[in-house]
């Protein structure tokens, strides 16, 4: 499977990946999720994944 880091533009290869799944870029190290996969092509799509905040119970 093949993508792209929307942060760097580095390509990403990877053997299989699910939509949702958090993925880093090896060479930015930005945290990216997949959010969709193209299975007759080979590609999937990424986004800059959501920042996790601190759960304060609140």
């Known amino acids: 499977m093949l993508g792209s ?9 990877i053997t299989s990946v699910e939509v949702s799944e958090i993925i ?3 060479d930015c190290g930005s945290k990216l ?3 969709s996969v193209d299975n007759k092509s080979s590609k999937f799509n990424l986004k800059e994944a ?3 905040e601190e759960d304060w119970g609140q």
């Open 33 to 35: 999720e997949v959010v």
């Open 24 to 26: 880093s870029c090896k």
């Open 50 to 52: 959501p920042k996790v």
């Open 5 to 13: 880091c929307p942060i760097c533009d580095a390509n990403i290869k």
